[in-house]
C-alpha cells in the first residue's frame, strides 16, 4: 500500500502563490509517475502537472503550463506543485497521485494512477 498525504492548500487572492506537497510512504515502486490532479466543484478531476520517478520528464495541463511548477525532493519521497499567478479558475481540490510505470502510462488518465491523497483545497479569490 502506498500512502499519500497532501498539505499546503489555502486561500490566496488572485495572483499570488501557494505551494502544495505531497508526502509518499509505504510501498516502494522502480519506476513511477507522480502526479496533481484537481476537482472544481461540479467538474470532473482533471490533470494538472505529472513527474517521472528519479527526476524524470515532467508534462503540465495547458491550462497550468508556465505557471505550475512540479517537482520532487531528492528522495522521490515528497512531491511538490509550486503555483503561481493563480486564477479563480484554479480553485479546487488538489489531488495528489502515484501510478506504478510498467509499460506505456498515459501521464492525463486518472484512471492508470492507482494510489490518492485525500486532497488538499485551494480557493483563489478575485
Known amino acids: 500500500q502506498v500512502y499519500l498525504v497532501e498539505s499546503g492548500g489555502g486561500l490566496v487572492q488572485a495572483g499570488g502563490s501557494l505551494r502544495l506537497s505531497c508526502a509518499a510512504s509505504?510501498?516502494?515502486?522502480?519506476?513511477?509517475?507522480m502526479a496533481w490532479f484537481r476537482q472544481a466543484p461540479g467538474k470532473e478531476r482533471e490533470f494538472a502537472a505529472a513527474?517521472?520517478?528519479?527526476?524524470?520528464?515532467?508534462d503540465y495541463a495547458d491550462t497550468v503550463k508556465g505557471r505550475f511548477t512540479i517537482s520532487t525532493d531528492n528522495s522521490g519521497n515528497t512531491m511538490y506543485l509550486q503555483m503561481n499567478t493563480l486564477k479563480p479558475d484554479d480553485t479546487g481540490v488538489y489531488y495528489c497521485?502515484?501510478?506504478?510505470?510498467?509499460?506505456?502510462?498515459?501521464?492525463?488518465?486518472?484512471?492508470?494512477?492507482?494510489?490518492w491523497g485525500q486532497g488538499t483545497q485551494v480557493t483563489v479569490d478575485s
Open positions: 497521485a502515484l501510478g506504478q510505470v510498467t509499460g506505456w502510462f498515459p501521464l492525463k488518465d486518472k484512471d492508470h494512477y492507482g494510489y
Open positions: 513527474v517521472y520517478s528519479g527526476g524524470g520528464p515532467t
Open positions: 509505504g510501498r516502494t515502486f522502480s519506476t513511477y509517475v
